[in-house]
């Protein structure tokens, strides 16, 4: 049985005692080393659970472990050890004028030794690809760079849990893809329990399992096949579904009877060559 890592017991939260409810009974679990994407319509509360987990904000109901210790006023300087976050605009989350300064930030804050801080400013920076950045400026990065440096200065202070919440969603499609591959390396190095927060099908259809908000309310979890599946409630509820499960219907309604659900193009045309050698 996997450990909990993070484990919400009928939480609720709103920002103030006259705002309406943004989280309403929510209970969910993730465990180490998963990869688990938290998705949902614009204003369904998921950014609000990010900043519940490392204890930005507290819910009003219900209670929320982490790794075992209740976040509370006591618990979150420990809690914030565990918790790493990235969010979506690389700009906001820079402090150093170096990148080896910057990643080394959070482990200055929390009193690393010098030779212990040098040592996993290298390993950080290797891990993302950008130890040749070392002495760069962070304004002169790409997009996509500086989101790997602001995964180093994460990873540098070894959390047992990464939040990425729409890490991606300012890169364009390659360098969205060259993150999340780097992310599912680092996560496998270090294991990781991964939280991605996202708009984005692709980046869905490469994690572990989904837990789906609607309405500050957990709709569904299961794995991203499972969730595929269900295109037309995913719809009502304003969800997109990745093209290649609308194409698999389309192709259905033609006769071509395809077995499984693919979620990407090899999957897919491995299902049509199949068919194709059967015949
Ligand atoms: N600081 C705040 N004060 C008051 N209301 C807020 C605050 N932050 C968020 N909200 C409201 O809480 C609800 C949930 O917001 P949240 O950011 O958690 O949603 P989300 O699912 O992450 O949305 P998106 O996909 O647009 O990022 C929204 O209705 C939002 O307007």
């Known amino acids: 049985m996997r450990n909990k ?20 009974d929510c209970s969910f679990c993730i465990y180490e080393n998963e990869w688990v994407a938290i998705i949902g319509h614009n204003g369904s509360g998921k950014s609000t659970i990010a ?20 976040v509370n006023d006591t618990s979150i300087w420990n809690i914030r050890k565990d918790v790493g976050m990235v969010f979506q605009n690389p700009d906001n989350q820079f402090v150093g004028t170096t990148v080896q300064d910057d990643v080394a930030f959070g482990m200055e804050n929390r009193g690393f030794a010098r030779e212990d801080m040098l040592k996993r400013i290298e390993q950080c920076l290797h891990a993302v690809g950008m130890e040749a950045y ?5 304004h002169r990065l790409s997009g996509g760079q500086k989101q790997r440096v602001a995964i180093a200065s994460v990873l540098a202070i070894s959390p047992k849990i990464l939040i990425l919440d729409e890490a991606t969603s300012m890169l364009d499609p390659k360098g969205r893809q060259e993150i999340l591959s780097t992310v599912a ?17 692709n980046e869905v259809t490469q994690s572990e399992r989904v837990i789906v908000m ?27 579904v990745p093209f290649v499960a609308l194409l698999t219907d389309e192709l259905r309604e033609q006769h071509i009877q395809i077995d499984n659900e693919p979620l990407n193009h090899e999957e897919l045309l491995e299902e049509l060559w199949t068919l194709h050698s059967k015949m």
Do not use: C
């Open 185 to 201: 390396d680092v996560q496998q190095q270090h294991a990781l329990s991964l939280i991605t927060i996202t708009h984005d099908l």
């Open 214 to 240: 609607n309405e500050g309310e957990v709709w569904n979890e299961a794995t991203p096949r499972d969730i595929f599946k269900e295109k037309t409630a995913l719809r009502k509820i304003g969800l997109d």
């Open 134 to 138: 070392r002495l760069t400026e962070p």
């Open 5 to 24: 890592l993070v484990e919400f017991k009928h939480v609720s939260f709103r920002y103030g005692d006259d705002q309406p409810w943004v989280l309403k």
């Open 51 to 70: 900043k519940l987990m490392n204890g930005l904000l507290f819910p009003q109901e219900g209670e929320i472990y982490i790794n075992g210790q209740l």
